[in-house]
């Protein structure tokens, strides 16, 4: 097995990895990567043996990846999301996944079986020669960790905030949609953060959506009013630790809001990988308003979790076009975000429903990531 580069916190994955290649009786290749590593602005320092900084990028991880592709048969376990924090709207296929398709256009000669963190893979991933297996997105990160985690059950229902909307990496669809919360001015009913503000109506004004100009009134507004959670860009202090960072940062700004606008990785992307930050949010006992790819609340709904339906208006998910999904996520729950009183009167009455679904994450979660990508493997190698 070649292990190129693993993230931190992936053991579920990595044990995935390891027992559903296991499961192949015939000579094949193993390799696990870090999907992050193959994107073209990827770039990383390491002190080699002598003791000095390398500088390793995208090329030196894609040479090991084509140097370890030997066998008839090749299973790669890549984790993390195809795209990089340049994918635009202009973009038809994530970059590390249009990479991935020349890659497998080349070995045509050749087999893979890909596992993958990302659902839905295959709107681009269409070789004839690959079979895609997907075994849980980063939402499975640090899963010893998130098992033992205390939820935000206690809220302070004196609190003058209905939501809470983090952003951090600078993505289209998070400058985008803190402009719009500027512009509808509910701004006041939020803690929201934005580790871009500086640049975010230079952000917008790049974006190449159609409603770009009306957004670009609410990042001025941003820039010049600021925002009230202004946390350091550098969350963590060796690697990612979403847990200790839930427990030491995020929870006192989930004790004071009773709904979470998710600001996930994959917005414009047909495919999408599932993160901490949905993670967080059911910890963190927050209604959720997820702004993500197209029917990613079917797939959370579909896996078992309670997606509120009653109380959040999620048609929004079945929207194709990114503005239109991004305005009816935030205008059709617009009472549910502003209206203090009546929001918190709703979390109250469905406390009970919160607890189901941390007891859902502890556990049945990974049951079902797990139960899914062993099922899929075992008809793969019933094809072999």
């Known amino acids: ?66 140097d370890n592709i030997k066998s008839d048969l090749v299973v790669i376990g890549l984790k993390d999301h195809l ?3 340049n994918f635009t709207n202009n973009d038809t296929v994530p970059d590390i996944a249009e990479y991935l398709i020349n890659l497998f256009n080349e070995y045509s000669d050749k087999t893979f079986i890909l ?67 500027y512009e509808l001015d509910i701004q006041y009913t939020g803690l929201i953060s934005c580790m871009f503000k500086e640049s975010i109506t230079k952000i917008v004004k790049n974006i190449d959506w159609d409603v770009s100009e009306y957004y670009e009134e609410g990042s001025i507004k941003v820039q010049t009013q600021g ?30 809001t009773f709904v979470e606008i998710v600001s996930e990785t994959s917005f414009t992307e047909e495919c999408f990988n599932l993160t901490e930050k949905t993670l967080n949010s059911i910890y963190g006992a927050c209604f959720p308003i997820l702004i993500c790819s197209k029917h990613s609340v079917k797939f959370l709904r579909e896996m078992g979790l309670d997606m509120f339906d009653d109380v959040v208006d999620h048609s929004y998910d079945n929207i194709s076009d990114p503005a239109e999904r991004l305005e009816a996520a935030i205008i059709d729950n617009i009472t549910l975000l502003t209206d203090t009183a009546y929001t918190k009167d709703l979390w109250v009455k469905n406390k009970h429903r919160f607890e189901k679904n941390i007891d859902f994450c502890k556990e049945r979660m990974y049951n079902y990531y797990s139960s899914r990508s062993k099922a899929m493997m075992d008809k793969i190698i019933h094809e072999l």
């Open 1 to 66: 097995m070649s292990v190129i580069k693993r993230p931190p916190g992936d053991q579920f994955t990595f044990r995935a990895f390891v027992s559903l290649s296991a499961k192949i009786q015939i000579p094949h290749d193993k390799i696990y990567i870090w999907a992050s590593s193959l994107s073209l602005y990827y770039e990383h320092k390491e002190l080699n043996e002598s003791g000095k900084w390398e500088c390793y990028t995208s090329s030196n991880y894609r040479k090991q990846l084509v």
């Open 83 to 85: 795209t990089s924090i």
């Open 115 to 181: 596992l993958t963190s990302v659902e839905g893979l295959d709107a681009y991933i269409k070789n004839p020669n690959v079979s895609i297996i997907p075994w849980g997105g980063d939402i499975t990160n640090h899963q010893r960790e998130y098992q033992t985690l205390d939820p935000i059950l206690d809220k302070n229902l004196d609190s003058n905030y209905c939501y809470l909307s983090l952003n951090r990496q600078p993505r289209n669809h998070r400058a985008m949609l803190v402009s719009l919360l």
């Open 227 to 256: 925002t009230n959670i202004n946390d350091d860009f550098k969350i963590y202090k060796t690697h990612n630790n979403n847990p200790e960072n839930f427990k030491n940062c995020l929870a006192e700004y989930y004790k004071q």
